[in-house]
């Protein structure tokens, strides 16, 4: 183990992308062991200071890790978000009273709380604040246009500018890369990624993955179908939440283990839906099964051909939230046909559907950042 980098009080401030390392005070070396290890399983190195640190150190670190045995001399710090105390000795009570004079958002012991303590220090590297809003969009038949939404709300946000990822969550829908000409473009598919396991870097996925259209694409490739397990599912998706933004999922009707999975993580999703009898049935056993994972799960009625059933009576009969409809868009084959992706107009009934629909459910301090 290399030795801990110590920070000079009077020296001048780095420049370095060390902005987001955590800082760590203590002088006990079997504790410093500890989170130099954690620090380098996540791929950082921390600040490590003995005493009292600068304020701008203080107040600077994305996360700041106090031994107990520097507690009482910290205490009189200004208070801040992100500062733990951290002790050896489970059977020393007296450290919950220090934790509160220090202001620590939480005491923790090690190496007990080691797995804990590792997820917090990642999220505080990748600069992780307000979760992405995570938006599942699914067909209430096939062939309903569920992939084509899903892509134009990609789309529509990131053009927006809107941090965005979009994850192609079925595997025989023939790749989303497909609709947005990216077949091509070079990076990760889901094939690289079913094996994942446990926690991955939101930055380094976001770096891996095609980036049409300004936002960040995981999708199919061409090859043999491999399933993707839910644990990678989960591993993948809690990544590109934890960047922020906006992040689309298209899901397939039948909810395999990874689809369910993923809509252990969404926040809100979008049952497309084709104004016709049967495809109103078969949209109802869609929602049964998806309402038992998602509470907030709304309707969107594509309307073609002669009149048909009104849209209000579509989502009543669904028991679902009406979250508009979707008119017939002739410009969509001709997008196809010159390569442009679903939204990428700029304009016609499917790109305003999409801006009023995003301009609803995403928050209005969204961090307006590319992926």
Known sequence: ?????????????????????????????????Q??????????????????????????A?????????????????????????????DDCDIWIRGVQLGAEQVLFLPDAQAWLLDRIA???????TPALTVAVLGGRGGAGASTLACA??????????????????PLGGGLDVLLGAEA??????????????????????????????????SWDRGETSAVAPEAM????????????????????????????ALEQTDTGLLVVPAELRATAAAGRVAAAVGMRLADLRAVVRLSGPPGLRSTEIARG??????????DDTGLAADAERGRPPGGRGRGPLTRFCAAYLGEVLPTDDERTAP
């Open 318 to 327: 669904l028991s679902l939230r009406l979250a508009g409809e979707l008119p």
């Open 1 to 33: 183990m290399s030795t801990p980098t110590t920070t000079d009080p009077h020296g001048p401030r780095s420049e370095e992308p060390a902005d987001l390392a955590p800082l760590v005070l203590t002088e006990d070396a079997a504790l410093t062991e």
């Open 62 to 90: 994305p996360l700041v890790l106090v031994g107990d045995d520097q507690a009482e001399r910290c205490a009189g710090l200004a208070r801040r978000p992100g500062v733990l105390l951290l002790g050896l000795d489970l």
């Open 234 to 261: 989960r591993g993948v998706l809690a990544a590109a939440r934890r960047r922020g933004g906006l992040v689309v999922l298209d899901l397939p009707r039948l909810l395999e283990p990874a689809a369910a999975q």
């Open 35 to 60: 989170l130099l290890r954690l620090c380098a399983a996540v791929g950082t190195e921390p600040q490590v200071f003995a005493g009292v640190p600068p304020g701008w150190l203080w107040e600077g």
């Open 185 to 218: 473009a070079e990076g990760l598919r889901w094939p690289d990624l079913v094996a994942v396991r446990g926690r991955v870097s939101g930055t380094e996925l976001v770096r891996s993955l095609p980036r049409p259209h300004g936002l960040a694409l995981l």
């Open 153 to 170: 709300l990609a789309v529509t946000a990131a053009r927006a500018g809107h941090r965005t990822m979009l994850i192609d969550g079925d």
């Open 123 to 129: 999220d505080a590297v990748e600069g992780v604040t």
